[in-house]
């Protein structure tokens, strides 16, 4: 698959009607503008510079236009990325999953698979998909994760007790909000989520035991979702281990509370939580789960030892 080819013919598409555009709105002014995003963030995050850059050329042509333009700044940032990671310290499996994720997004872009819209702000796998480009965000196989921090409202979601307990853990164990490793998930990766299950997630986690080995700042991993909730222990057991993984090994799970899109998301593809929804006996709420650093170390320690001894044998 050659990128320069696919640089070559988004190139042409875009002047083919706006011969100017590439010289009114410069590649390289937009990627600066993303290098200046701030370290620790969400991936969600949009600076007013790129938004009034992208409004500029929206006005300048058109919607359409914009997205060719993105899929030319997700191509070049891919060019810059691979030249970056030959020399970044960076465990070889992840350096492997960066490719593989490059592979994919380029093939996409090639054989224009993506429904329109796709390539806009606001459309969280566009995000994604930026953020794995501008190595933002590491993908680690189940899991893609970028520096984040904890936010600390869940302190007051759910009474005195979780309250105390929040913050005894940020002080004593956590030591602090940030930074940490943010998890997500991306439907959008079919081999992300080929590794949706308790041997992909442990895969992903020992990657991210890793990373933290080589980044002694970062103190620990968190990450929000509704199938973390408690609940789901005996509505749907089979996603029980997402969050057990976690809670089994020193980490710490917090009620966060219901909203409309963890409603969505939790009752989209089960038809017994959709019809226990209905019935009035689930209502779907989002937790976060914790791991510090020094929890989730031990455990990938554990882990490896076990594994090893259990080849010995």
């Not at 600390?152 to 913050?167: A, D, E, I, N, T």
């Not at 929000?224 to 281990?241: C, E, M, N």
């Not at 993984?245 to 020193?250: E, K, L």
């Not at 989730?296 to 030892?305: G, P, Q, S, T, V």
Request: hydrophobic share 35%.
């Amino acid at each position: 698959m050659d990128i320069s080819n696919i640089d070559t013919r988004l190139t042409s598409e875009l002047l083919r009607d706006n011969p100017d555009l590439l010289v009114r709105f410069p590649i390289e002014k937009y990627l600066n503008y993303l290098d200046c995003y701030p370290e620790i963030g969400s991936y969600l995050y949009l600076s007013r510079d790129v938004s009034i850059y992208c409004k500029a050329i929206v006005e300048y042509s058109d919607e359409r236009t914009l997205e060719t333009y993105h899929k030319l700044v997700l191509v070049t940032l891919i060019s810059r990325a691979r030249r970056q990671l030959a020399s970044k310290v960076l465990p070889d499996e992840i350096k492997e999953l960066y490719e593989s994720n490059f592979r994919r997004i380029i093939r996409e872009i090639e054989t224009d698979m993506n429904p329109s819209g796709f390539y806009r702000y606001p459309e969280d796998k566009f995000f994604k998909e930026l953020g794995v480009c501008n190595l933002r965000m590491i993908p680690t196989g189940a899991r893609k994760i970028h520096f984040g921090g904890l936010a600390r409202r869940f302190l007051f979601k759910k009474g005195p007790k979780q309250f105390f307990q929040g913050v005894i853990f940020i002080l004593f164990e956590l030591k602090g909000t940030k930074p940490l490793y943010e998890m997500h998930t991306d439907s959008h990766d079919p081999d992300l989520m080929a590794d949706f299950n308790y041997e992909g997630f442990t895969r992903a986690y020992l990657r991210i035991a890793q990373l933290l080995k080589l980044n002694e700042k970062v103190r620990g991993v968190f990450a929000t979702s509704w199938f973390y909730d408690p609940q789901l222990a005996k509505i749907s057991p089979r996603l029980a281990f997402l969050r057990e993984i976690v809670t089994n090994n020193g980490g710490k799970c917090f009620y966060w509370g219901p909203d409309d899109q963890a409603t969505k998301d939790a009752i989209l593809k089960s038809p017994t939580r959709s019809q226990l929804y209905k019935e009035g006996g689930y209502r779907p709420a989002k937790y976060t789960v914790v791991w510090s650093r020094e929890k989730m170390l031990r455990w990938a320690d554990k882990h490896l030892c076990d594994m090893d001894s259990s080849k010995s044998e």
